[in-house]
């Protein structure tokens, strides 16, 4: 299975700086179809997952442009550019180019 | 308004079996992927099955040979049948696709 390995694991930011998140995979989510099977969730206390970035770079619909992703191959990214306090939760990169699909331990994201 | 509701979960003593439901209501669960993802109490998230649209099926190393996904397409619902339940299956179930998740419904697995 692929690991998906995300630094750091919480992060405290003050509300209008920026914070990144790193995600890094064990192997290549290029696929041989070209799209890179890379996605971005947040889990917001109490609240199910939901979809940010798809396919590495793509914001889901509603997504503030305050976020954004990138990467390749095996490195990626997720930054926002100026935190609101509305961004608190846990952060989760996923793959799914394999029959297996597999999430990152989480980042836990909080206001100073 | 797409809607996805989970069901039929609870308490179960280890060794034990329970089916969990979901839903679906807006889109067609056989038009593409369904997934099921846990979530242990206070631990991240786990992804459990897929079921594509064509019918193919896969599981976590952790499940794998005691869950089954299937679905039901006139009853426009997906589920996770749970055998040989163990303490570590304890944990929210999602079901969901890509944008799409439910609100969970929690397994405990304890005698």
């Known amino acids: 299975d692929i690991v998906m390995t995300q630094t750091p694991l919480s992060l405290s930011v003050t509300p209008g700086q920026p914070a990144s998140i790193s995600c890094k995979s064990s192997?290549?989510?290029?696929?041989?179809?070209?799209?890179?099977?890379l996605y971005w969730y947040l889990q917001k206390p109490g609240q199910s997952p939901q979809l940010l970035i798809y396919e590495v770079s793509n914001r889901f619909s509603g997504v503030p442009d305050r976020f954004s992703g990138s990467g390749s191959g095996t490195d990626f990214t997720l930054k926002i550019s100026r935190v609101e306090a509305e961004d608190v939760g846990v952060y989760y990169c996923m793959q799914s180019i394999q029959l297996t699909w597999t999430f990152g331990q989480g980042t836990k994201v909080e206001i100073k | 308004e797409v809607q996805l509701v989970e069901s039929g979960g609870g308490l179960v003593q280890p060794g034990g079996s329970l089916r969990l439901s979901c839903a679906a209501s807006g889109f067609t669960v056989s038009s593409n992927y369904m997934s099921w993802v846990r979530q242990a109490p206070g631990k991240g998230l786990e992804w459990v099955s897929v079921?594509?649209?064509?019918?193919?099926?896969y599981y976590a190393d952790s499940v794998k040979g005691r869950f089954t996904i299937s679905r039901h397409n006139s009853k426009n619902t997906l589920y996770l049948q749970m055998n040989s339940l163990r303490a570590e299956d304890t944990a929210v179930y999602y079901c969901?696709?890509?944008?799409?998740w439910g609100q969970g419904t929690l397994v405990t697995v304890s005698s």
């Open positions: 969901a696709r890509g944008q799409w």
């Open positions: 192997q290549s989510l290029l696929h041989s179809d070209g799209k890179t099977y």
């Open positions: 079921i594509y649209s064509g019918g193919s099926t």
